[in-house]
């Protein structure tokens, strides 16, 4: 478990790689403009971007070092989001990447189902 600047040093970590998943272009471009500037134990973040749950798989399997993903549930269907998770979580068996759901459109993911 790292716990001060001294374990982040020993990783020697250059980025943390931020992948973002979602179809609306602005959407990506907003949340990037947003977090461009923060650090995290002043080490920058690095935006991946993908516009497709294909998409997505092709820069997972080339990046085993993503810290987090940021997912837009509603895509190309209205779970391809959920199916990239399962992706993640059970063809990669990946459990270190932290990954947050988000949709503009509540209807089609409804949180007490998608929970």
Do not use: C, H
């Not at 979602?22 to 650090?39: A, P, R």
């Not at 998409?55 to 997972?60: F, G, S």
């Not at 989001?81 to 459990?95: A, C, H, P």
């Not at 270190?96 to 007490?112: C, D, F, K, S, V």
Request: net charge negative.
């Amino acid at each position: 478990m790292i716990v001060n600047q001294k374990d982040f040093e020993a990783l020697d970590i250059r980025s943390w790689k931020i992948l973002v998943v979602d179809d609306d272009e602005g959407v990506i471009e907003y949340t990037s403009f947003v977090l461009e500037d923060l650090k995290i134990a002043a080490i920058p973040f690095e935006f991946l971007e993908a516009k497709s749950m294909a998409e997505a798989k092709k820069i997972l399997s080339s990046n085993s070092d993503i810290a987090l993903a940021l997912v837009d549930v509603v895509m190309e269907s209205n779970e391809a989001g959920l199916e990239l998770v399962e992706y993640i979580r059970d063809e990669l068996e990946n459990q270190n990447i932290r990954i947050l759901l988000r949709t503009g459109q509540p209807g089609y993911a409804p949180e007490n189902e998608i929970v």
